[in-house]
């Protein structure tokens, strides 16, 4: 079996998802590079890390909504390197449903990319990340703990992120580790925010200061390759804004 680590990051053409890729990539792993829509993103990523390390890459693309792909990315993913021993749930879904305006298809929505393919892709993955004592790493969300007026259901998926990680660690062990990293400000959403609401949100940060997404992607890197007695966890990754409340 060939002896480089290979990871599954999706949601990994833009934003903190590329940083993650390079950063494994840096750290030595082959990486299937998932992605929706965002196919000149991806290629340009592509591009870049086949430059540094030529056939460490490929690119799979998928609607995380539809059920039968998922088991699909893990399968081509060892179809083309061989094995697997990290898988990456990036991808997310982010948008406001109020009470009494929220639909049965923004719950399907926020509930598909944020828990469902989560849960189907680590279920998909585990014998292979089993036989190389291999681990997962969920991105999940403050607001998985801790409510957002006007997004109960996004919320609530990400609740549901939460809970399926320390239920994952605890079916997977000893094989497979199962962790979290729970990002604060890092970049904000590219169609909502004004300055005040951002700088009120500083104001409730210890660190002041929004976090990087080379920050967010060491901290998977770590519990990736490095945290060999940790499992079940959820690193916080917020400059501490979890205590002003």
């Not at 497979?176 to 609401?197: F, Q, T």
């Not at 409730?204 to 079940?232: I, K, S």
Request: hydrophobic letters at 45%.
């Amino acid at each position: 079996m060939p002896s480089t680590p290979v990871a599954l990051v999706t949601g990994s053409a833009r934003r903190i998802g590329a940083a993650i890729a390079r950063a494994l990539h840096a750290a030595g792993y082959d990486l299937a590079l998932h992605y929706r829509s965002s196919s000149d993103d991806v290629d340009a990523l592509a591009a870049e890390l086949e430059r540094a390390r030529p056939g460490s890459t490929v690119r799979l693309q998928a609607d995380l909504a539809e059920f039968d792909r998922l088991p699909e990315l893990v399968a081509r993913t060892v179809g083309r390197f061989g094995r697997l021993d990290a898988l990456v749930n990036n991808a997310s879904g982010f948008f406001p449903t109020p009470v009494g305006e929220a639909t049965p298809a923004q719950w399907d929505a926020l509930f598909a990319t944020n828990a469902r393919a989560p849960l189907f892709l680590a279920q998909a993955a585990a014998p292979h990340l089993a036989r190389n004592g291999g681990a997962i790493v969920n991105l999940t969300d403050l607001y998985g703990e801790r409510p957002l007026a006007g997004h109960s259901i996004y919320c609530m998926a990400k609740a549901a992120l939460l809970m399926a990680t320390r239920s994952l660690a605890l079916e997977l062990g000893p094989q497979v580790r199962v962790n979290a990293v729970s990002p604060g400000a890092i970049l904000w959403p590219e169609d909502g925010g004004g300055d005040a609401a951002r700088q009120a949100m500083l104001q409730r940060t210890p660190l002041a200061r929004t976090g990087t997404p080379e920050e967010v992607a060491e901290a998977v890197r770590w519990l990736l390759q490095d945290a060999t007695y940790c499992t079940g966890q959820v690193i916080h990754l917020d400059g501490g804004r979890r205590l002003a409340g």
